[in-house]
């Protein structure tokens, strides 16, 4: 594979994720990065630093991120009870639903996708892009 075509499929899959700016995802009422959050979050309870922490963003940035989602009851912010100064973050029922319907849409895609794919390719396409994601896991990015 030539580094145009990779380089052409990850932009497209990025313009169709709308993380380059879009205002509209998968689950209505939510942009890209919000919905992004409440993936990441999912079923886990998170030390506040430490989402900062796996998201790449300043504390101060994931508080005003989570700011509208925890008005829209989506995500539950509570004080440590073993040390009150930390802030625990978690998902609401309401969370957990809107990242399930995003999960549904998602598979309806990607099986819309793979359905375009020449069945007698189906296995090359699955062997590829499993060694392209493995490769993408262990690549640390630094913006």
């Known amino acids: 594979m030539s580094q145009e075509i990779f380089g052409e499929f990850l932009l497209s899959i990025i313009k169709m994720s ?15 990065k919000q919905l992004h959050l409440l993936m990441e979050i999912g079923s886990n309870t998170y030390r506040h630093g430490d989402l900062a922490g796996i998201l790449g963003v300043e504390p101060s940035t994931l508080t005003r991120t989570l700011d509208p989602l925890v008005k829209s009851d989506l995500v539950e912010r509570q004080h440590n009870l073993d040390n009150r100064r930390e802030v625990l973050i978690k998902l609401t029922g309401k969370g ?14 990607f099986a819309d996708i793979i359905k375009q794919v020449p069945e007698n390719k189906r296995k090359q396409v699955d062997e590829s892009v499993a060694i392209l994601l493995e490769i993408i896991k262990k690549t640390n990015v630094k913006h």
Do not use: I, R
């Open 18 to 32: 709308g993380v380059l700016g879009g205002d509209k995802s998968f689950v209505e009422g939510l942009t890209p």
């Open 96 to 109: 957990l639903e809107a990242v399930a319907n995003a999960h549904e849409k998602h598979h309806q895609l």
